[in-house]
């Protein structure tokens, strides 16, 4: 079964930063993309970020570009996004997500809060 | 920036109804539309892709239609587990992905 499986997360103060994971199985992890997506409380979902299978192609939401980071270990069929500078409109549920060509997210992982307040 | 509309905010039905939700983009999209599924607390599921594909273990009652900028998602039969937020999201014109602003299917 594909499995995508996160940690990370918690209560940071603005200003701050904060690194999440997200640890997969059941698929070969070097051929698919990955991307985070978002949801603030009671909002609609928002997408962050995206990575190609390789790490060649990156991407960021305006709202984030200069401050998260995206990456991935092949090696160890993982995905990060490093947050920092983080303000209090980046509280959110943040999911990391599977992205096969030409299709859609088809497997999510079960989100982790950010939490950003002093 | 492709801006997905979606309506209405919220249908009320009951279940054995049918449910007709519908996504509108800002451009042609052509059919490179998606939809989802999203229960409180979890995460979303993928339903539908590219417009009219069902994804692995979709039930049937569950379909989708359209092209360019008017898409359709229709569940035929309302079963109780179908209450939910139901998200599009278009990957035709991407970096950034969107989404709809979803729509609320309540009992």
């Known amino acids: 079964d594909v499995q995508l499986v996160q940690s990370g997360g918690g209560l940071v103060k603005p200003g701050g930063s904060l690194r999440l994971s997200c640890a997969t199985s059941?698929?070969?992890?070097?051929?698919?993309?990955m991307h985070w997506i978002r949801q603030a409380p009671g909002k609609g979902l928002e997408w962050v970020s995206s990575?190609?299978?390789?790490?060649?192609?990156?991407y960021y939401a305006d709202s984030v570009k200069g401050r998260f980071t995206i990456s991935r270990d092949n090696a160890k069929s993982s995905l990060h996004l490093e947050l920092s500078s983080l303000r209090a409109e980046d509280t959110a549920v943040y999911y990391c997500?599977?992205?096969?060509?030409?299709?859609?997210?088809?497997?999510w992982g079960q989100g982790t809060l950010v939490t950003v307040s002093s | 920036e492709v801006v997905l509309t979606q309506s209405p905010a919220t249908l009320s039905l009951s279940p054995g109804e049918s449910a007709t939700l519908s996504c509108r983009a800002s451009?042609?999209?052509?059919?490179?539309l998606a939809w989802y599924q999203q229960k409180p607390g979890q995460a979303p599921r993928l339903l539908i892709f590219?417009?009219?594909k069902r994804a692995t273990g979709i039930p049937a009652r569950f379909s989708g239609s359209g092209s360019g900028t008017d898409f359709t998602l229709t569940i035929s039969s309302l079963e109780p587990e179908d209450f939910a937020v139901y998200y599009c999201?278009?990957?035709?014109?991407?970096?950034?992905?969107?989404f709809g602003g979803g729509t609320k299917v309540e009992i």
């Open positions: 999201q278009q990957r035709s014109h991407w970096p950034p992905l969107t």
């Open positions: 451009q042609s999209v052509s059919s490179h």
């Open positions: 590219d417009a009219s």
């Open positions: 990575i190609s299978h390789d790490g060649g192609f990156i």
């Open positions: 059941g698929f070969t992890f070097n051929l698919f993309s």
């Open positions: 997500a599977r992205f096969p060509t030409y299709s859609a997210l088809d497997h």
